[in-house]
């Protein structure tokens, strides 16, 4: 994911804007959450004169109905108070949903946007638990942190207006010892996010971790190595045990902290109180009603405070996330991140001049080509050369020099899906059947209704080119794929490449080492579904360490040795 400074991390922010950009349900939230709020103050304000004539009206010996009726208005008060709560409970949680499912929808867009290569570069472990349980944990934030906040915002001046007004002295009391619990929130959540920060690292280490240990376990067994790993993750998960109870403690900490402050604060008012009632210079009721007052002031503030510790993990989770949202952003604005041409307006003419891959700090050797549609362009070389360099820069996957064109556009200012029908030397499979995975991306298109052939045709006979078409379409599969043999998965991968040229949505077919698990018979039949398809009009370009790849090659483009000649066509010998 994308770095953040240390400075960035450690800096306390109630509500970062970038929240109210990226995420546009949190705009009438606030707005609701603000007049939920100015509701709440008022309800506040009622309780507290209604609570004290109540009491005083008593002593003063008043008549049973007319007590009756500020009771009865009390517990009008009260109910209104909790429908209140209920009301912010309910927006809340609503809220929280709609953020979190817009904020998964564009980290989803940003990394479509980012493109492969910057993903490839990425802890996409840590980065699917960020949008998983990071984003969960907005929950709290929401419900919590968020209300607690605006309810400072509105009801902490409000009441301090209204205890200054009724007695001037408890109101500067509470104005002179209010800056205390800030003061300490802020010193307090400085060592929070600390720590906070600390646990969220350790908690995508874990995540890594632990994907790399089940992905690589049958490797990991056969070496020996499985109790070894078994060993790591008990170690990055202690570590993460330990943290999560620093947080704890801290939370603990600063909650028995910002509570003996309000505490101590409401003493010193109710104490204020107590000896001017004494000396007669104040009324029981302007007294009782400002002491009802005083913990309602701090209440929101010191709230605040307590619930920042139980946001603070999304809070870290959306900071990654914005991350990659402001990079997306820049991207997005520069001129080669604007698409130029639609999937169906380029034709299967690819060419490729001097194009020099990038890896790190190495370039790799410049490469040029010429594929047109109905040949098949054969890239080989010994290993190492460069060969899936050369797609992983077509399909925007790694950065290069050069130029590389479809029909005289250049291939940055393309989509990869708007030309490109892939398939890598890992399959990329998905949990799902056989036919998702073959079908995935493409959609039912009404206006290929008539005559053309039906989708499930189509799928049919990428399958039987693919060497495919014994295995049934509806065949479940698991995660990666579980459930297919190497070179079953590699035959779908390549269905689903061959799909895709022929449902229209992709005009050059680009094949990494599709038989690297293949038999040779198979092989030879996946050949000839190969040539078909360059027959009958497809631009192939073919990367093959196999020398029978050589017998349908159109040209072949030799990396690291010299460049060969194209193949000799009947055509050409006549």
Known sequence: ??????????????????????????????????????????????????????????????????????????????????????????????????????????????????????????????LAVTAGRGLEALDA???????????????????????????WISGLTVLLTLPLIPLFMVLIGLATRTVQQKQWQTLGRLAARFADTVQGLSTLKVFGRQHRAVRSIEKVTDTYRGETMRVLRVSFL????????????????????????????????????????????????????????????????????????????????????????????????????????????????????????????????PSGAGKSSVLAALRDAAPFAGEAEIDGVPVTTLSPAAWLAWAGQNPGLIAGTIADNVALGDEDDPADAGGSPSRAELMAHALRIAQADEL???????????????GQAQRVAVARAVFRHLRGRAPVIALDEPSSALDAETEAALWGGVRDLADAGATVVLISHRRSARTIADQIVALGAAPAAPRATPEAIA
């Open 254 to 381: 600063s909650g028995f902290a910002l509570e003996l402050l309000a505490s101590i604060s409401v003493a010193i008012v109710a104490v204020s109180i107590g000896f001017r009632l004494l000396d007669g210079s104040l009324t029981l009721v302007v007294g009782l009603f400002v002491l009802l007052l005083a913990p309602e002031a701090y209440l929101p503030l010191r709230q605040v405070g307590v619930q920042f510790h139980a946001a603070a993990e999304g809070v870290a989770a959306t900071e990654d996330i914005f991350a990659v949202l402001d990079e997306a952003r820049a991207t997005s604005t520069t001129p080669s991140a604007e698409p130029t041409a639609s999937p169906r307006a380029v034709g299967g003419l690819l060419d490729v001049r001097d194009l020099r891959v990038r890896r790190g700090e190495l370039t790799l050797p410049a490469v040029s080509f010429t594929a047109a549609p109905g040949t098949v362009t054969l890239i080989e070389g």
């Open 141 to 167: 934030y929401f419900a919590r942190y968020l209300p607690q906040l605006v309810l400072t915002v509105i009801t902490t001046p409000v009441l301090l207006a209204v205890m200054w007004w009724q007695d």
């Open 472 to 486: 049934d379409p509806a065949l479940e599969l698991g995660v990666q794929g579980a459930g297919l043999s190497g």
């Open 1 to 126: 994911m994308a770095t953040v400074t240390e400075q960035q991390r450690t800096r306390v922010r109630p509500v970062d804007p970038r929240l109210i950009r990226y995420a546009s349900a949190s705009r009438a939230f606030f707005v609701a959450i603000a007049v939920i709020g100015a509701a709440q103050t008022a309800v506040i304000v009622a309780f507290a004169w209604l609570l004290t004539h109540a009491v005083t009206r008593a002593i003063e010996g008043m008549p049973w109905a007319e007590l009756i009726a500020i009771l009865t208005a009390l517990a009008g008060v009260i109910a209104l108070r909790a429908v209140l709560l209920w009301a912010r409970e309910v927006l809340s949680a609503r809220a929280a949903a709609r953020v979190q499912a817009q904020l998964r929808a564009q980290l989803v867009d940003a990394v479509g946007i980012l493109g492969p290569g910057w993903l490839a570069r990425r802890n996409t472990a840590q």
